[in-house]
């Protein structure tokens, strides 16, 4: 999808695309599969700039992920939220963060510690 074409959804599509987008970015990463991985953190990072274009009503919409049984998705959700519900945000990673061998557990944990010194930069 291409990202001007993001304008013309609503911001229930944009939810769900974001859902499936994430868990897949994940199971691609894991499967040895970087480039698919890639295609979908890029067009994660559009949604993301589109709902921000919408105003913070249709980013709190990503609040409904933290609870995503994919753990792909609830990282995802859980770092866009962290401009906004900083404490939610920061609860998810760190349940992610005690994944035993997990990807997704190191990737929430190296966020938590950016995001408690200050340095991390939304995209």
Excluded: H
Excluded at 32 to 55: Q, S
Aim: with cysteine.
């Amino acid at each position: 999808m291409k990202k001007a074409q993001l304008k013309d959804l609503s911001i229930e599509q944009l939810i769900e695309m974001t859902r499936t987008a994430s868990a897949e970015r994940w199971r691609a990463i894991n499967a040895g599969r970087p480039k698919d991985g890639n295609r979908m953190f890029d067009l994660l990072v559009a949604i993301r700039r589109e709902l921000r274009t919408r105003g913070l009503e249709a980013q709190r919409r990503l609040m409904g992920l933290l609870d995503d049984p994919d753990p792909g998705t609830r990282c995802w959700a859980a770092v866009s939220v962290l401009e906004f519900a900083p404490e939610e945000g920061e609860r998810v990673l760190a349940e992610l963060a005690k994944l035993p061998d997990s990807l997704v557990g190191f990737s929430a944990e190296m966020t938590l510690e950016q995001w408690k010194a200050g340095t991390f930069k939304p995209l």
